[in-house]
């Protein structure tokens, strides 16, 4: 299909080809985080010829708002027949596991502009801080689909917004998506400084060093609470998948039961804990407060 690998080649993260065994993760797991445009096409269909480039081209320009995912019907029949695809090309849009617009045939660069305007709604350049505190405020409340919209719409606004790169990252973060935290959190020009930033780029430090599997870690606690090595690498394995309470907790209790153990190695890991979570975090807070409470009893 004219125009396809070149352009999915050269955007990866936007832009990708699914199949009938990936079509779960690409479209309904990915939707859950940020909308996901599908292309059904064929090699052998004229109009899909002139609508894929031009929907990429749209995606593009959204700048992150969307992703789009590319599906061969002649490949992959299956998910096109579970979808009822019945003549190519056919696109529709998922929002959170789900098929919420949709359209048929090859349609002008206006109609698919105002396609991927509803399904990211881009709010006036006045509202960028808008967007922002609505976007901090849907990932405080859990809400990654949400949170990752706003600071998608954000960053269409301003693409440098350091703020709207950081709270993207941890979106994916959050998603468990690490591969893709890493990309958006290398959008941040070079040099660039800001608490949520170096917060993210440190949870993916965690997540580099994080351990595998942590099945052995708990066997070996089970057999020995006091096994102070074996809880402090359950701890980094708990942070590096993001449940940083949990691994707070982990770190806590080894403080407890000896605060100079190894050189304070569960104190070194604690603040790198309490630097990805970011300093508004609750995980914060909270273990703070329990960290003041265990130093000056």
């Not at 959204?62 to 599906?71: E, H, N, P, Q, S």
């Not at 998910?79 to 190519?88: E, F, G, P």
């Not at 780029?201 to 599997?213: F, N, Q, V």
Request: contains cysteine; proline residues 5%; aromatic residues 4%.
């Amino acid at each position: 299909m004219l125009g396809e690998t070149s352009v999915a080649a050269s955007s990866p993260d936007l832009i990708k080809d699914s199949t009938d065994a990936t079509f779960m993760a690409d479209v309904i797991d990915a939707s859950r985080v940020q909308p996901v445009i599908v292309d059904f096409w064929a090699t052998w269909c004229g109009p899909c010829k002139q609508l894929g480039p031009a929907l990429e081209k749209a995606v593009m320009a959204a700048k992150g708002a969307v992703r789009l995912v590319k599906v061969d019907v002649d490949k992959n029949p299956r998910i096109a027949a579970q979808l009822r695809v019945q003549s190519i090309p056919t696109v529709y849009a998922f929002v959170d596991g789900q098929p919420v617009d949709g359209f048929t045939g090859a349609v002008p660069d206006s109609q698919l502009k105002a396609f991927i305007d509803r399904l990211s709604g881009p709010p006036a350049p006045s509202d960028l801080e808008e967007v922002l505190a609505l976007a901090a405020e849907s990932l405080g409340l859990g809400d990654i689909g949400g949170a990752a919209q706003a600071y998608a719409q954000a960053l269409q606004l301003d693409p440098e917004n350091l703020k709207a790169i950081a709270g993207l990252a941890r979106c994916y973060l959050a998603g468990g998506d690490v591969e893709r935290a890493r990309e958006v959190a290398a959008m941040a020009p070079e040099g660039a400084k800001d608490a949520e930033l170096d917060g993210v780029r440190a949870a993916l430090a965690l997540a580099a060093e994080a351990p595998a599997d942590l099945a052995p870690f708990e066997h070996r606690l089970a057999m020995d609470a006091n096994d102070h090595a074996a809880r402090l690498d359950l701890a980094r394995g708990l942070a590096g998948r993001g449940r940083l309470d949990e691994a707070v907790d982990q770190l806590l209790q080894v403080i407890e039961a000896d605060r100079d153990w190894n050189d304070g190695a569960a104190r070194a890991q604690l603040l790198k804990v309490f630097e990805a979570a970011g300093p508004g975090s609750e995980a914060v807070r909270r273990g703070r407060r329990r960290l003041s409470s265990i130093l000056f009893s």
